[in-house]
């Protein structure tokens, strides 16, 4: 874990985001890296290279992007309180620094 401190502090500077955030964010992008990884290398013969890739793009990636959304929010409601969407009911029912 001592290795991911500079990357952490990475995504502090660049985004603000706070410690534990950035661990998310950090981990988020770990996780997709490595299973981009995992159907780019799939068993042979399984799956043709454009259909897993579409398959990820339509099945992975919205579930990443979502998450990264989540803290972007988060971000903005901290940094813009009083913002015109600050208003608005979350879809999961928590306020926006839930």
Do not use: C
Not at 44 to 62: C, K, S
Not at 82 to 96: I, K, L, R, V
């Amino acid at each position: 874990m001592a290795e991911e401190r500079p990357d952490v502090e990475g995504y502090i500077s660049r985004f603000g985001l706070e410690e534990k955030e950035a661990q998310v964010a950090y981990h988020l992008d770990a996780a997709i890296d490595l299973l981009s990884e995992l159907y780019e290398s799939g068993p042979e013969g399984t799956v043709e290279d454009e259909q897993a890739a579409g398959w990820f793009e339509a099945n992975i990636m919205p579930h990443y992007t979502a998450l990264w959304d989540r803290l972007a929010r988060r971000v903005l409601a901290r940094n813009y309180p009083n913002s015109w969407w600050a208003d608005m009911p979350d879809t999961d029912g928590e306020d926006y620094l839930g």
